[in-house]
């Protein structure tokens, strides 16, 4: 069993990433932005965001956040998030989910302009993931194709299992599984049998907000497991949605948490918005 470890491997594309926001800015004077809108007081929220701008101050790019009470109106987001999408000094815009209930959050997605979509949520870039063309892609699963690829793990033939089916993991995850030509399964909460499907998978990828879902007997021998959930424990540990001691003596490769897919969100974030900043220096340069 090995361990594939996110955090040595982010910290090698923020150092990538740090130094391409140097040669970005010594070539065009640009300086990678990044405006993060944050509604509300839910400590998780404040915690990633907290986490984003710190990324970002090691990487030396430029951030904003605009934090905004938990009564702001649709409106009022909406003309912020356009201010952004004219502001030249802001590259990537994110919108920490979740939003309020009485916020469409489909409806503010839209509004992000898609070249400044870092985090892949747009239609359009959901579009272009999906038909297999370049485009912005979610983060957390972009870091799990990264991490698989840091240990050669090719998914092209392999059965794959992604539990989760959300739009910001499951779904960008199975479609870049399956442009990576592999064989893929989606499970979610109505999957009936959840154990007949992961017992078939070479890779299973794991993220529903669950502690415990995925059990010894459900994992095949020298099954590669990644664990994208991240739950807080009763005793106050972060943990995953794998029963991470039972399973991991059975696997090939195995991600933990902390340590794992959470690292690597952060530095494809960062990443993306790299790619952003040198989209929108490009553009400037043709006019
Ligand atoms: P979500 O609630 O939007 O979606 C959960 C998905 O899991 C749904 O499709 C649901 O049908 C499925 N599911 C729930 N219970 C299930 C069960 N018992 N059996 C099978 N499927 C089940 O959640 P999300 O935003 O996609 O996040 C999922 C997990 O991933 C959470 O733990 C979250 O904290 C974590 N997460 C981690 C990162 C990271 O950086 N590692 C990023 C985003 C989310």
């Known amino acids: 069993m090995q361990i594939l470890d996110g955090?040595?491997?982010?910290?090698?594309?923020?150092e990538k990433v740090?130094?391409?926001?140097?040669?970005?800015?010594a070539a065009t004077g640009r300086v990678p932005g990044l405006a993060v809108i944050l509604v509300g007081h839910d400590p998780?929220?404040?915690?990633?965001?907290?986490?984003?701008?710190k990324a970002c101050d090691r990487a030396g790019f430029y951030s904003v956040t605009h934090e905004m009470p938990d009564d702001i109106s649709q409106d009022a987001i909406i003309k912020t998030i356009e201010m952004m999408n004219k502001n030249p000094n802001i590259d990537g815009i994110l919108i920490q989910l979740p939003l309020p209930k009485h916020i469409d959050t489909t409806k503010i997605l839209e509004?992000?302009?898609?070249?400044?979509?870092?985090d892949g949520f747009h239609p359009y870039n959901v579009g272009r993931l999906v038909t297999g063309l370049d485009g912005f892609v979610p983060c957390t699963p972009l870091g799990v194709m990264e991490l698989l690829a840091e240990y050669n793990i090719d998914p092209k033939g392999k059965n794959c299992c992604v539990v989760g089916a959300s739009n910001i993991v499951g779904k960008p995850m199975a479609a870049l599984l399956l442009n990576?030509?592999?064989?893929?399964?989606?499970?979610h909460i109505f999957?009936?049998?959840l154990k007949k499907h992961t017992l078939n998978a070479d890779i299973i990828l794991?993220?529903?907000?669950?502690?415990?879902?995925i059990k010894e007997d459900m994992v095949k021998e020298d099954a590669i497991v990644i664990d994208i959930g991240i739950n807080r424990a009763t005793d106050g540990r972060l943990v995953g949605d794998v029963d991470y001691d039972a399973v991991a003596p059975k696997t090939s490769y195995i991600t933990p948490v902390p340590g794992g897919v959470g690292p690597m969100t952060i530095?494809?974030?960062l990443s993306n918005t790299l790619k952003a900043a040198q989209i929108h220096a490009q553009e400037e340069n043709s006019f």
Not at 7 to 14: N, V
Not at 112 to 118: C, F, G, R, S
Request: hydrophobic fraction near 50%.
């Open 206 to 213: 794991v993220g529903a907000g669950v502690i415990n879902l």
């Open 111 to 118: 509004v992000v302009a898609p070249t400044k979509d870092v």
């Open 44 to 53: 998780a929220s404040q915690a990633y965001v907290g986490m984003k701008k």
């Open 267 to 269: 530095a494809m974030l």
């Open 191 to 193: 999957t009936d049998d």
């Open 180 to 187: 990576a030509n592999a064989t893929v399964e989606i499970c």
């Open 7 to 14: 955090k040595a491997l982010a910290q090698k594309i923020e």
């Open 18 to 25: 740090s130094l391409g926001a140097k040669e970005l800015k």
